[in-house]
């Protein structure tokens, strides 16, 4: 009996190995769609969801899953204080000098503003806003938050106000800034969620739970780092107060755990799903899926250190070998925007130059670069550390080896990625990452400045940084053009940061949800998400 | 008796001085620091050696690993470098959670474990005993995340019984996750369970009391079970002691806000002072476990109870 039950397990087990070979792609499958969705949202911000009705009821609580970066902190200004969680925490709970409405700065605490050679801005603010904690919010507030911002060392915050030279209050309402060089971007700063306006006050009387005081339509009642943060509705919020009552972030790790958690309407409105369930979401009657292209652009870069990398056309063979639509398909079941140029540039950043030609994919050109190449059979290292990336990598490292070139893919995490490209330490070849690119051209600057931790090819071009100390500072508009559009012709030329794809994010939300405004910075702003229910 | 708790406590410091050293090395040795999680675009080279400076990474690991000992000496766990926020308050503000979860687990694997051990042993060598052991097998060699992800899909997904995640719809959300880490706990308890009741079935006390006329249910309860407790509650305690430690995995599935998904943040930002108060504090839970383990020893089987409290002869004085 025992053999007859051995021999039957020894073959059902031969059955699965048999059946697990070959075969035709399950159903269940996503297949991938070719190129960007129809459903890509262009303009810089929108509003996206169900529309406000007269009479409607509105759902008491709404709960948000955030991607999977951090929520550590509520503080702006801290380093940590970057992902997406936090950012929408802070567009809650905050408000800053301007917004950004479709590209267009418009008011917000502060009212107006005048600009002398873009170094020298006055604000004139709003006299009726009150913090949570009941402090009126005057200029002393701006003049704290830039000196906090400034303190706080590595913040993206401290990136964008390291620039102020000095603050003068010259009364409530009234603040006048000066920056230690003209800078035609600053107001384009002062949008981002990280730059939000805090209570002197509250701050230093408790620096840890001061910086969740803040003038926005939302009161922080409980937040766990990483894990949670419930906000309730500010009643005598200044502007528009929400219909909402509560909202909830909550921060889930897997992809898989976030998408069914919408499916069960556990959640109202999901962050972060895997591409290969938004047709999922899209096809299901009871959701909708917003699709967003974010500025970021995916590229391929070189350690400009290396000796092999330094060989332009090492470095032109391997820009050959980039399938950019089979990229897609395959990191991102289709859901990525291919370059419409070869410039190294943000998706919708002004001043793109539209006149390079972007490098197709030819492995018989790839490989004539190779042969005029100083390759000499050494192994080629790809890293990466986002998980797209890090199949980019496996990508390229077979077509590599498919030319004759030895290659192997480091995958590593953020902080070892970080440490493996330090700008003077740099142990990498191959880099494939994703930029940080914003709405405003000024963005360009780490990546070629000395010393910029976003600069991970190493690369110094004197010409580069001249023309972009001069496009930031000019006031001629053709001027800032002309060197913007001169910078990204130089990279270009060099080849040390190869455009790759637009990563296309999606959000499901439930089908009654709106009010949700995304933004091409991954800045997105709830603070006015509603659910009707009936 | 106090003798010996305070002795195991005493053991307590020396881990603690141990564990903290070969955390600070680890995280030495790994690739990058806390100073490559942050942003250093408009840093000046002074401000980054100030940075620098105040992380102390200017200097040896082993100057940071005495500036922490010294500073938890005092009782300062410290501030998260990364963060800024109390080490302390974080992980007692997750350790609930944990604990929760943990004694979940523990109730359903000690349920399902024992009896299903008892069965087998009972059956020893029948189809019966062959089940029990294939399902141990998988408790045991099934990765938490797989079992996490397939209970959410059948639960959950396709039939919406249990939430997916989160912790907010009260026992409900407890169970899914709670099964995932009792699983495990089943398969290593029943196992040992089998293992422990084989041995003492043999014995002639088992003989003499079916002898007697002592009912079997009684014979296997009272008289077989009660020794074969000892090794039963060693893997139950070391078990429970790992699920108290924090499943990262089964924390991240499930998105359980507890001690473990810490700890892995902690590591992933290089943050050495939070990495090394989470696992610092997770070894005391361990080690206080653990004796409490011991101690139950003392209450299963009055031979060990009569080794604590035996007095030792006093030696004669010679003429």
């Known amino acids: ?534 | 008796m106090i003798r010996y708790i305070i002795k195991r406590l005493l053991w307590l410091i020396p881990i603690i001085f141990c564990v903290a050293f070969i955390i600070f090395a680890l995280l030495d040795l790994a690739p990058g620091t806390i100073l490559d999680t942050i942003s250093t675009e408009n840093l000046t080279p002074e401000e980054y050696q100030r940075l620098v400076e105040e992380y102390d990474l200017d200097k040896p690991m082993v100057y940071r690993y005495a500036k922490y000992m010294w500073n938890l000496l005092h009782g300062d766990l410290g501030r998260g470098e990364a963060t800024g926020l109390d080490v302390w308050r974080e992980y007692i503000s997750r350790f609930p959670a944990t604990l929760k979860l943990s004694f979940a687990g523990l109730i359903i694997g000690v349920a399902l474990a024992i009896p299903l051990g008892i069965i087998a042993a009972k059956n020893a060598g029948t189809w019966i005993d062959n089940l029990v052991t294939g399902f141990s097998m998988i408790g045991i060699s099934m990765p938490s995340f797989c079992l996490g992800l397939i209970l959410i899909i059948c639960f959950s997904y396709k039939i919406n019984l249990f939430p997916a995640g989160g912790f907010d719809s009260g026992f409900k959300s407890m169970v899914l996750p709670a099964v995932a880490s009792g699983l495990l706990m089943a398969g290593t308890t029943a196992r040992q369970t089998r293992s422990s009741m084989l041995e003492v079935m043999r014995a002639d006390y088992l003989r003499t009391a079916r002898a007697k006329g002592v009912p079997e249910k009684r014979v296997i309860r009272k008289h077989a079970l009660g020794n074969a407790l000892i090794p039963i509650i060693t893997s139950i305690g070391n078990t429970l002691a790992i699920m108290l430690a924090g499943s990262a995995v089964v924390e991240s599935v499930f998105s359980w806000p507890g001690v473990g998904r810490l700890t892995v943040q902690a590591v992933n930002s290089r943050d050495a002072t939070l990495t090394c108060g989470c696992v610092i504090l997770t070894c005391i839970v361990f080690v206080v476990l653990l004796l409490i383990v011991d101690l139950l020893y003392a209450l299963v089987d009055p031979r060990i109870k009569a080794q604590y409290t035996a007095k030792k002869p006093k030696r004669r004085k010679e003429a």
Not at chain 1, 378 to 403: D, G, H, R, S, Y
């Open chain 1, 1 to 534: 009996m025992k053999k007859v039950i051995a021999t039957a397990l020894c073959a059902v087990l031969l059955l699965c190995l048999f059946s697990a070979c070959g075969g035709k792609e399950s159903s269940n499958t996503p297949t991938p769609t070719a190129g960007t969705s129809p459903e890509v949202l262009e303009d810089k911000t929108t509003v996206v969801g169900a529309e406000k009705q007269e009479g409607a009821k509105y759902q008491e609580t709404i709960t948000i899953i955030c991607d999977n970066t951090q929520m550590a902190v509520l503080d702006p200004a801290s380093p940590q204080g970057g992902g997406q969680g936090s950012l929408m925490n802070f567009n809650c709970i905050h408000d800053t000098l301007v917004e950004n409405d479709n590209g267009t700065l418009v008011p917000c605490l502060a009212l107006k503003w005048d600009v002398e050679d873009s170094q020298h801005y006055t604000f004139y603010l709003r006299d009726d806003v009150y913090f949570h904690n009941g402090e009126k919010f005057t200029a002393d507030d701006v003049a704290f938050t830039i000196e906090h911002a400034k303190a706080a060392k590595g913040g993206q915050a401290f990136n964008r106000l390291s620039v102020v030279e000095s603050v003068e209050v010259i009364d409530d309402t009234t603040i006048r800034i000066t920056l230690n060089r003209p800078n035609n971007d600053f107001l384009y700063y002062l949008y981002s969620p990280v730059c939000s306006i805090l209570n002197r006050e509250a701050c230093e009387k408790d620096p840890e739970k001061g910086p969740w005081i803040g003038t926005g339509a939302w009161i922080v009642e409980k937040f766990v780092s990483n894990e949670y943060s419930e906000l309730r509705v500010n009643e005598n919020y200044w502007g528009e107060v929400p219909v909402t009552k509560k909202l909830r972030f909550i921060k889930v790790a897997e992809e898989a755990t976030r998408y069914m958690m919408l499916m069960n309407g556990e959640v109202d409105v999901a962050f972060g799903c895997s591409p290969a369930d938004f047709d999922s979401i899209r096809n299901n009657p009871n959701f909708n899926l917003f699709t967003y292209v974010i500025t970021n652009c995916g590229f391929v870069g070189f350690n400009m250190t290396d000796p092999l990398m330094q060989d332009i056309n090492f470095r032109k063979a391997v820009a050959c070998l980039l399938n950019r639509s089979d990229i897609i398909k395959g990191t991102r079941y289709g859901y990525g925007a291919l370059p419409t140029s070869g410039a190294f540039w943000g998706y919708t950043t002004p001043y793109k130059n539209e006149d390079l030609p972007l490098q197709e994919y030819d492995v018989e050109l790839a490989k004539e670069y190779l042969k005029k190449s100083k390759y000499n059979g050494e192994t080629v290292e790809l890293c990466a550390w986002i998980p797209e990336f890090k199949t980019i990598c496996q990508i390229l490292q077979a077509e590599l080896m498919n030319i004759g070139v030895k290659a192997e893919v480091f995958e590593t995490d953020q902080a070892g990625f970080m440490a493996h490209c330090k700008f003077d330490d740099n142990k990498s070849m191959i880099i494939c990452t994703s930029g940080g690119w914003t709405g405003y051209p000024s963005a360009s600057v780490p990546f070629y400045t000395k010393g910029s931790t976003s600069n991970y090819a190493s690369y110094v071009n004197p010409e580069i940084i001249e023309l972009l100390n001069t496009a930031v500072s000019t006031k001629d508009e053709a001027e800032r053009e002309r060197c913007y559009k001169e910078v990204q012709r130089l990279s270009y030329e060099d080849c040390v940061y190869i455009p790759v794809m637009y990563i296309q994010h999606g959000v499901g939300a439930a089908k009654n949800v709106g009010g949700v405004i995304l933004t091409e910075e991954n800045t997105h702003d709830l603070s006015h998400v509603f659910k009707i229910i009936s």
